[in-house]
């Protein structure tokens, strides 16, 4: 094979690997950032429920301070009762007896359902507080996880990073500045073999002249891509092997 073609496929495959390594190091701060989300948004939550039970809490008992004071009422309305001089005044205080006893009554249905969306409330607040305590632990052990494996994944990347400068220097220099300008635009994705007589990265039908050049160990870039193309090993002129 030749050498170009022999060293385009190995700095193919240095980079393929090295773009996995750098990509398995960015998917855990990810994970750690959607993990973090998640706590967020289970704190926000609880703190809406805790803050709409408080608010629950004190409509609750302005209404039972509304029924004492009316229940208090109705007792006074009834002591005055005997006191009446008039059959006039006594109904009059019949008719506000009545009157506040029926009003007592819907607030006292109304202080029964305040009492019972609180506990409605309570039972939702365990709830998210449990789904917190869940969302903290998986945090954490996210974290661990990506920490373990940070470091053997960083000494991997150095490993690799290593190859990848040896394989380069060994690139003839004319050669060298057409690897390094693809390189720096389009990183992992830079090379592709060719697959029958297209590109291997876009399958764009490539020229008999290009297939030539490829032969001769020529540069030749997919004019669609522009990616670096290079012979697989099973297309090396028998020579070259």
Known sequence: ?????????????????????????????????????????????????????????????????????????IVDLKSKLNACGTNREYQALKDQIAASEMANSVLSDEVLESMEKIDQLKAGIGELEQLLSRTRADLQTTQQAVQAQEESLLAEVRRVEGNLQQAEAALPKDFKDAYDRVVRSKGRDSMAPIDGESCGGCFQQLTPNMINDLMLSRVVFCKVCGRLLYLPENRAPASER
């Open 1 to 73: 094979m030749s050498f170009t073609a022999a060293a385009l496929l190995e700095l193919h495959r240095l980079h393929q690997q090295l773009g996995d390594l750098r990509d398995r190091l960015e998917r855990g701060p990810k994970q750690i950032r959607a993990r973090q989300a998640n706590v967020a948004q289970s704190e926000d939550k609880l703190a809406k429920a805790q803050a709409e039970t408080k608010a629950a809490r004190i409509a609750s008992d302005q209404k039972q301070l509304q029924l004492k004071t009316g229940e208090a009422k």
